[in-house]
């Protein structure tokens, strides 16, 4: 995206627009001062809620596509590519759980807010564990919310697509006490029809819908004192996500390799989807007596007591959000700094998917059994249910010295706190209800406080040196409930996560930085272990422990940051080395049994060594015509992983020497934009956004992978007078169908011998499930502000 900008957390960018002169000044208050972006040695994309609206993103995964060193893909309960959570990968480095803030504060929805009141986006690529804590080892996310204005003002804008997609839009704002405390509501309404029907009963797949309400609120009692508060309530609900599968039996041509076991997988490129059957879209998704009695109304399994998300009459997911945070910042007359920050979430989820992947509507089940009337299918039949509900709690303290001495310093202290019911994850099968290990079945909980701060020390009037530190207590605990309740599981992992920087300014418009950084991702546990019976424990490949520990990675970075030709181009350009000790690597593991059991185990064999460049660059051409761009690579090399004999792939246990998974060598975004005068006295503009991501592999056995996309999307814009403004737009202008997810996964039907019926689950990885790409769709929007 245009105006990309680089600052620490808490940044706040002003522009300038753009004129004769050249490109906007980015300003930026990183340190509690204004600076200008080339002046900030930091690598934070900063995109602003202008750029947002050009490019009509509306999610995390559309903005990563134009932020280097951040890509993201829907991964949610079952592996199925739906809304319920967002893989980040930071720099070839994937991460879940604790990158996404609001203001600075930990927001654990573990999806996209709501970009309604949105003021900026900022990516913080590498470790971030000085200023944002807990799991940012590889990266972070803020979302920071608009100020509401002293001046009353509106705005309401409704879009119109294709494949019955509609959002409305409002804002409201203005003073309460004017020049003291301003307010601002924002509600949104979001419908997306979803572009496939599942070839199974031709139910809808790939559908969403989304409510948003929030409230901001700024107050100034006096010169020195600065407070804000911003609440947030989100509520998703969708019919179970668009996905296909290849399959073993009745597709074995697709199957074109053994990877050195016995069963046949599928290696070398994917289809797209212009190549896949039409037949294998979808699963069966019909809500039976037998699935509404036991996923639907609890009146079966009898999981009161357990975590319940908000009640789902149908496949899919429902996940309700509310979300608050607040601050105080304070500066005394000498120029002392005082902040307090606190924020609260609360999330409920309920999923509820489908896991076959195939049309087995008309195949009787072998397994009835007259003694569990009413508790097994009456035909193949596995569906599963995730619900969860989690709270977490956030204070932070922080004191900040004058910023216009030579020696500066800033130090504060923080408290995260996680909690809530235990999970539940139950599956229906052949041979009747289960309970699920990959979802549920635990009580887990999470305290974090901490020590931070940072010495900045100015050599000369080019050079400074930063030392920054943050030392914390990750408190985790987890206990297995059920289906067999076991012992109380606690531990605490300590980690000391230093960042050294030294930046020289060596021309006017130009600087060069270099960064070392070391950041943690916590240890956990095992806790289906302990739960199992000597026979199934007996069972567990070695290597596997109750406890695992913490994973390391440290960054080497350098940077350079300038402005070319009187202001008519601004680049940003880091390079990287990346070193990940001590790697968590989860692996499926199938017990043979009885009963055959599969389990998710985790343990620290991953060595990984990653290396890369970003690059960002905005030029101005004349005042009709401005370019911007951004180049991202990234190699990296599986220095040491396995995974045991019976896990993703029969006889092929190491991986060293492979990629990382869903990481691409190379992306790159390009953004022309023309400006001129339209009908109608409309100032207008014509953008186009072309998208690039090469090929990347579906797991580390590098067996398959998805191929590179090409994805243009084109808007034109036309603003009659300061008030009214209108939008035609196409996304994914060339109709590119390449797959979007691609996830090995257990044949959940036949054994390793077809047509012989499984009961639940294989240890044989030789599906996969795919996610369906989004296809070509146009659209209008209107916007009026008052």
Known sequence: MPATAYGQEDAVAETVSNSSEGLEEIVVTARKRAENLLDVPVAVSAVSAGEIAATGVKSITEIADYT?????????????????????????????????????????????????????????????????????????????????????????????????????????????????????????????????????????????????VSLALAATPSANVDMSLFYSYSRDNDSHPATAKLMAFGTTPLLDCNLGGTSPYYCGRLPDLSDIDPAQIGDNIVVNDLIRSALVDNSLLNLDGFGLGPSLGRFGLKRDIHHVNGRIDVESDGGWQFSALGSYT???????????????????????????????????????????????????????SPQDKRVRATFGASYFKVYGPATVGYLITNVGPLPSTFDGGT?????????????????????????????????????????????????????????????????????????????????????????????????????????FAEEQLDNYEIGHKGSWFDRKLRTTLALYYLQLTNGQVTTPVFLPGPPATPINLVNNVGKVNLWGAEFNGDLFVSDNLTLSGSVDYNDNKIKRSVFPDGGFIIGTTDVSGNMLDHVSKWRFSLSPVLSFD?????????????????????????????????????????????????????????NDDSLAEALRAPDTLYSAAPPQLTPVITPTQNTIFLGLPEKRRFGAKVSLQF
């Open 68 to 212: 280097p060193g951040l890509t993201s893909q829907g991964q949610g309960a079952g592996g199925l590519p739906d809304r319920s959570a967002s893989r980040l990968v930071f720099r070839g480095l994937s991460t879940s759980f604790g990158t996404i803030f609001i203001n600075g504060a930990p927001y654990t929805g573990n999806n996209s807010p709501d970009i309604t009141d949105l003021e900026r986006f900022e990516v913080l690529t590498g470790p971030q564990s000085v200023y944002f804590g807990r799991s940012t080892f590889s990266g972070a996310i803020n979302f920071v919310t608009k100020k509401p204005s002293n001046e009353y003002a509106g705005r309401v804008s409704a879009e119109a697509g294709t494949d019955n997609l509609y959002e409305l839009r409002g804002s409201i704002e203005g003073p309460l006490i004017r020049d003291v405390l301003t307010a601002r509501l924002s509600v949104r309404h979001y419908e997306f029809g979803g572009q496939y029907r599942s070839a199974v009963n031709k139910l809808p797949l790939g559908q969403q819908q989304t409510d948003n």
């Open 346 to 400: 609360h999330l409920a989820l309920t999923n509820i998917r489908a896991l076959i992947g195939r049309d087995t509507s008309d195949i009787p089940n072998p397994f009835l059994d007259p003694a569990l009337a009413g508790l097994q299918p009456q035909f193949i039949q596995l569906a599963g249910l995730a619900k969860r509900e989690t709270n977490d709690l956030f204070g932070e303290f922080r004191v900040s």
């Open 443 to 547: 009580d887990s909980g999470v305290s974090t406080p901490a020590v931070f701060g940072g010495l900045y020390f100015d050599l000369s009037d080019a050079v400074t040196i930063s030392a920054e530190a943050r030392y914390q207590w990750d408190k985790i605990s987890q206990q297995a409930v059920f289906p067999v309740p076991g012992s109380l599981l606690q531990n605490t992992f300590r980690s000391f996560s230093p960042r050294v920087t030294v930046d020289y300014k060596i021309a006017p418009d130009h600087m060069v930085y270099a960064t070392f950084s070391r950041g943690f991702k916590p240890g956990g546990f095992n806790a289906v272990l302990p739960t199992l019976d000597p026979e199934l424990a007996a069972q567990v490949p070695s290597g596997f422990n109750t406890f």
């Open 678 to 734: 339209g009908p109608f006295g409309s100032k207008s503009s014509l953008r186009l956004d072309w998208l690039y991501r090469s090929k990347w592999f579906i797991d580390n056995g590098n067996s398959a992978y998805v191929r590179g996309r090409h994805l243009v999307n084109a808007r034109a814009s036309f603003d009659v007078g300061e008030r009214f403004s209108f939008e035609l737009y196409v996304k994914n202008l060339f």
